[in-house]
């Protein structure tokens, strides 16, 4: 299972939050969603899992 460390860095939190909502492809915006969701301690939500392998 994929999933990143706690994310501390408020100018990380505040980048994908922006690339979340203003991102100009939607894959972005898709991984910047899956990267926030997985610093909140979701794992085991599907969609973001399907984001997660196509990028690796």
Do not use: Q
Not at 3 to 8: D, E, P, R, S
Not at 11 to 40: D, M, Q, W
Request: proline share 2%; aromatic share 12%; with cysteine.
């Amino acid at each position: 299972m994929k999933y990143v460390t706690t994310i501390t860095d408020e100018a990380v939190l505040l980048t994908l939050k922006f690339a979340k909502h203003y991102g100009p492809l939607r894959c972005i915006r898709e991984r910047a969603h899956s990267l926030l969701l997985s610093n909140r301690g979701f794992t085991s939500y599907s969609r973001m899992m399907n984001v997660d392998d196509r990028w690796y």
